[in-house]
């Protein structure tokens, strides 16, 4: 007897927050969709949503409906743009599994958004990935993602367990009901031969290995842990509530919470209107003068209702996220630090906290302590500091051609004693430091590493400073690097936690190369202090 042959199907699983019963409105866009039509599946309450679409031939994907039972002959519309969302109830659990456009119909802030990673990091095999897209922790928010011909490790796929969150990963299953390979970001995605009969144990499976605790491999993934009381959220957002009315935009910032296809879009927008202004880059000044144009709060709920469109050249929406996906912002409260990224609050593991802290104490002392801030620009700054003590010159303004996607950059501000490189940055957020100590690194290593970099960079040292030969590999043990930060604060214990982290990698590297390295707060004036608080907002500029 000849077997049928059961067609593969991609299956896209979402799992919903909370049981809503027989009111789907929350999950499901209703006015998006036809009448829904009730699926006789054993085991499963189960309703198929299809949107609404011009009549076509549909693709092949609605055979697995089609098949299975009699259905109306126009449920299925357009080829390309048909979509459907299958809603099961199971065990008192809500399961939305999409096809074609069908991801239109559901409303993401209704779907547990961690379901689909959580299962796959406890059913793929660590040592035989293919793909992981992650994003930085960092105020330079790199979404990225790694990808392999053959089967890799997880950090052969170029991951840094302290910097990086996971937002998805493919790789091959350890899990039979799940296939060869399994993916997971928000939803679960399979490539399964199955039809409706054997759905049940694929989602009792997926729901049993998203309550899994996290195989060894991937505990780190839990340095930053997702908030789910719905209390503390509250407080959250309250708290940040409060950070939007007085305009403290200092840790926080606006960015894509995924990877896009630039060559497909032209630019962002807040509406779809035809004299919409388009934006080539998201940036939070845009959408505050967007809010403000629109006399409209800035507040966490009008975040969450204000949707960001890419638009292509038809000016079209071609993807779009509601505006609190799109804010990057971190918070403390007392001891605890908090993340807002992709939409989700987390918590940073108080053990992830302390291990940096712990590191931190790695700093060299440094004694010599740098006169008052009382300038309004860093390099009247730096040109004070030259005039008051003979031992230190200044490098700064003195761009060096490094080549790469630094092309120029400032060796130093200031070298003291021939052998110490001086890096002065007045604190406003943590971009600034990162790029502070960004360039400390690149600066130092290009100095040890590159010697048509020493001979750029010999024409512009001060005689002192100048290497006697520049073919020749300077001992990095001879040399300091300083971070002076000027700031109030206490350094770097009371710095943004991810400013730290960056801060840590920078130590980190400049000891591996062997040189000296100190970070101290440069005393800044009440005045100046005040000044740099009230500047950017009559500048109408943003931190």
Request: contains cysteine; glycine residues 4%; negative net charge.
């Amino acid at each position: 007897m000849k077997r049928t042959k059961i067609r593969k199907e991609k299956l896209s699983i979402y799992l919903a927050k909370e049981i809503v019963g027989d009111d789907v409105s929350k999950l499901i866009y209703l006015e998006k969709a036809k009448s829904p039509i009730e699926m006789n599946v054993p085991g499963l309450k189960a309703k198929l949503y299809v949107k609404n679409e011009l009549i076509k031939p549909p693709p092949p994907w609605t055979k697995l409906f089609s098949e299975y039972q009699e259905l109306p002959k126009d449920l299925f519309g357009c080829r390309k743009c048909v979509g459907a969302a299958f809603v099961v109830e199971l065990e008192k659990k809500l399961f939305v599994l999409t096809f074609g456009t069908g991801f239109h119909l559901v409303n993401n802030q209704a779907i547990e958004r961690d379901f689909g990673l959580r299962v796959t990091l406890n059913s793929v095999d660590p040592d035989k990935l293919r793909s992981l897209d992650k994003a930085s922790y960092d105020h330079n928010p790199l979404n990225s993602r790694t990808q392999s011909s053959i089967e890799l490790g997880v950090f052969d796929l170029d991951v840094d367990s302290e910097m990086d969150m996971l937002y998805a990963v493919t790789g091959v299953s350890k899990v039979p009901v799940f296939g060869s390979h399994v993916t997971g970001r928000d939803a679960l995605t399979l490539v399964l031969e199955v039809n409706l009969d054997g759905l049940k144990d694929v989602l009792l499976e997926a729901y049993s290995r998203y309550n899994y605790q996290l195989p060894t491999e991937f505990e780190w993934t839990e340095n930053v842990q997702r908030v789910k009381d719905k209390e503390i959220l509250d407080v959250l957002d309250q708290d940040l509530d409060d950070a939007l009315k007085d305009n403290n935009f200092k840790n926080m910032w606006l960015g894509e919470p995924e990877i896009i296809d630039w060559e497909f879009q032209i630019g962002y927008s807040f509406d779809l209107y035809q004299k919409t202004v388009r934006h080539v880059v998201l940036k939070m000044e845009d959408l505050v003068n967007y809010f403000n144009a629109n006399d409209k709060a800035l507040t966490s709920e009008n975040l969450k209702s204000q949707i960001i469109h890419i638009n292509d050249n038809e000016y079209n929406s071609i993807r779009k996220w509601p505006a609190y996906r799109c804010l990057y912002a971190e918070l403390e409260d007392g001891n605890e630090r908090y993340i807002l990224r992709n939409g989700l609050w987390y918590i940073v593991n108080k053990d992830f906290v302390d291990t940096i802290d712990k590191y931190l104490e790695g700093f060299d002392p440094y004694e010599f302590e740098l006169p008052i801030y009382s300038h309004e620009r860093e390099e009247d700054y730096n040109k004070s500091v030259i005039e008051k003590h003979e031992n230190i010159e200044l490098m700064d303004k003195k761009l060096v051609r490094i080549g790469g996607p630094y092309d120029k950059l400032e060796f130093c501000d200031l070298v003291k004693d021939s052998s110490e490189f001086i890096h002065v940055k007045y604190y406003r957020n943590s971009s600034s430091l990162s790029h502070l100590f960004s360039q400390g690194f690149v600066a130092s290593e290009a100095f040890i590493s590159d010697p048509n970099f020493r001979v750029r960079l010999n024409e512009k040292l001060p005689n002192s400073a100048k290497l006697d030969c520049t073919n020749k590999r300077p001992d990095p043990g001879s040399y300091r690097v300083v971070y002076a930060i000027a700031t109030n604060k206490n350094v770097p214990q009371e710095l943004p936690f991810f400013s730290k982290i960056t801060l840590k990698n920078a130590l980190k590297a400049l000891k591996t190369l062997n040189y000296k390295v100190s970070v101290l707060a440069i005393q800044v004036s009440k005045e100046i202090e005040v000044m740099k608080k009230i500047k950017p907002e009559k500048e109408k500029k943003l931190a």
